[in-house]
């Protein structure tokens, strides 16, 4: 059974009719995944007789009965392996869920495999991944983007029907505008984060990598909600995110951030992106150009705060309680230096130091401080905008995905590759990518990201608006 392109919509239909079984589903899962993913490499691991045993007793009429998702390896699943791609933590077993796989249980599907990324999720790129880089689907000599580039690479490399991922600056939205896939994160407080390996506690997100519009919807219900064991989780009501999927845009007004067509930007992303919102307009959407002025400032404020976090959430691996430990220590402080020094890579380390720095005595209020009030600038040009309009359109990535090693010695370049999903981040606003075409580059046709986004808590929105699009193309 051959399951590229295979939806969670035609999965669950198939189930439902006793066309397939899920342990027919799982085997037909698992040799994708060896026929293709020694090519890709975008799992790390997996545990099929696991998987198989779950499948045996899957409910079907469950929202995701006996649906495989594969699982980032940021996310902990009982009983697996959950190492964030570092050294460090080779070796270390998660002793419970992640609220977001107790919830995807629930709903009956079947967490199957861990995907790759890059360390600790920090990357673009997932070549800083201890383990092995990912290749892109599409041209296996560049980057599958990042940090959840193995979550992207498996659903378009038709390995997986779905994938959950985390996005602290686009580390979901981007790989999966350079994959050729939807990619979802939903708003700041929407989805626990209980039992996501911190990286930057006042950005992260969980959520979904998949096919369609649609099938993001199936999974964000699964997994959105209050949770007792993330006070940033909001207790809001979870609206019917399938009810008015296909309502369309006609009557709504959709901006377009000047700000997000930039001199440098790839000429076929933004003709592409152009004929989206083109597309948008045919569809009876208005379309009105808007200014959100402090984007400019958003990268740099991003790595201020964000590797302020790092460098804080990541002080608790220090070979005490989790993971590799050096051997024969001299003293405590050898034994930390060491356990550190070997089990991290290179750019964990260059976030760790910068963090420590902009938190240090003397800086704090020069750098981290202020990073703070910037943000509250970014986030202020977001609620002015969308008291005018539904909802925004822009680029998910200036560039289509570049060569593997292109951009590893120069990381502004690199850190340049999430320029436009950043700010969403920032404001914990929602955001998701979806496939608007190709570029031509060098005789391949890479794919081109649509990034939608929209208001707080408003992902029913979202979907819509992105639906439509997409229902547009395949009409």
Known sequence: MDISGLTIADARRRLKAKELSPVELV??????????????????????????????????DLPLGGIPVAIKDVINVKGESCACASKILQGYTAPYDATVITKLRAAGAIPFGRTNMDEFAMGSSTE?????????????????????GGSAAVVAAGEALASLGSDTGGSIRQPAALCGCVGLKP????????????????????GPFTHTVEDAALVLQAIA?????????????????????????????????????????????????RE??????????????????????????????????????????????????????????????????????????????LGTYVLSSGYYDAYYLRAQKVRTLIRR??????????????????????????????????????????????AGICGISVPCGDADVDGKKL?????????????????????????????
């Open 27 to 60: 085997d037909a899962v698992n040799a994708a995944i060896e026929k293709t993913d020694p090519q890709i490499g975008g799992y790390l691991s997996r545990d099929y007789e696991r998987a198989r045993a779950a499948a045996a007793k899957a409910d079907v």
């Open 128 to 148: 800083n991944s201890s383990v092995g880089i990912t290749r892109n689907p599409r041209d296996p000599d560049r980057i599958p983007g990042g940090s959840s």
């Open 187 to 206: 708003s700041y407080g929407r989805v626990s984060r209980f039992g996501l390996v911190a990286f930057a506690s006042s950005l992260d997100q969980i």
């Open 225 to 273: 909600g209050h949770d007792s064991n993330d006070s940033t989780t909001l207790d809001l009501p979870v609206p019917d995110y399938s009810a008015g999927l296909n309502n369309g845009v006609k009557g709504m007004k959709l901006g377009v951030p000047k700000e997000y067509f930039v001199d440098g930007m790839d000429e076929q992303v933004e003709a592409r992106v």
């Open 276 to 353: 989206a919102i083109e597309v948008y307009r045919g569809l009876g959407a208005e379309i009105v150009e808007v200014s959100l002025p402090h984007t400019k400032y958003a990268v740099a404020d991003y790595y201020i705060i964000a590797t302020a976090e790092a460098s804080a959430n990541l002080a608790r691996f220090d070979g005490v309680r989790y993971g590799r430990r050096a051997s024969a220590p001299q003293d405590l402080a050898d034994h930390y230096g060491r356990t550190r020094g070997e089990g991290f890579g290179r750019e964990v380390k260059r976030r760790i130091i």
């Open 381 to 426: 040009d977001f609620e002015e905008a969308f008291k005018k309009v539904d909802g925004l359109l822009s680029p998910t990535s200036p560039v289509p995905a570049f060569k593997i090693g292109e951009r590893m010695s120069d990381p502004l370049q690199m850190y340049l590759a999430d320029i436009f999903t950043i700010a969403a981040n920032l």
């Open 447 to 475: 794919p081109v990201g649509l990034q939608v986004m929209a208001p707080a808590f408003e992902e029913a929105r979202l979907l819509r608006i992105a639906r439509a699009y997409e229902a547009s193309r395949k009409s």
